[in-house]
């Protein structure tokens, strides 16, 4: 069974009219789960992933232990980016690419009102 | 005479095959750039207008004092994502579209390998 964060993913278009406080916050949030390289890598390895990937699978390539490998997946589900979905003892993980896409979504100033 | 920064701006697609260290930390470095709801807010305001905002225009509209604007638009402008020109007294600040545009390809993993 997936379970599913219930955080609103950003984003409000960075160039719509104006943002209200909470918009510019929930945005600068998703910004800063991705403001670290190992989070970067975690991306990277989940986006070129066919299946989703147990917690397990991330520490060789980022030569980080498990614990912090689940500090850095932790935060990223939190910021509405990831799933997680557990089976039996392990955790795997996987994108929610319309997440990733709401903020590329944001950055895009085509159409902006300028 | 506008002063471009040199600083390259990221980022290799997240949906690449695989990110170098470099890579991961550049683009890392940019996110963080953004993590902040009032760097999400000048972004904002510079993607909604016409012309250069001169850094004391953007005290009212933000409710912060003027060293404290200047800070966030150091930062904005050391990863890449805004160009700065004087005009005599004042600073003025535009946003180089082609940086944020290269963030949101980056995230874009339609074309991804997955």
Known sequence: ???????????APL???SLTDAQA??????????????????????ATSPEPVCVCEFTGPLGLSQPTVSHHLK???????LEREQRGTWAYYSLRPDALGGLAAALDLQGASR
Chains 1, 2 share one sequence.
Do not use: Q, W, Y
Not at 1 to 11: E, P, Y
């Open 1 to 11: 069974m997936a379970t599913t964060t219930d955080s609103a993913v950003c984003c």
């Open 25 to 46: 916050e929930a945005t600068a949030k998703v910004f800063k789960a991705l403001a670290d390289p190992h989070r970067v890598r975690i991306v990277n390895l989940l």
């Open 15 to 17: 160039g719509a009219p």
């Open 75 to 81: 935060k990223l589900v939190a910021a509405g980016l």
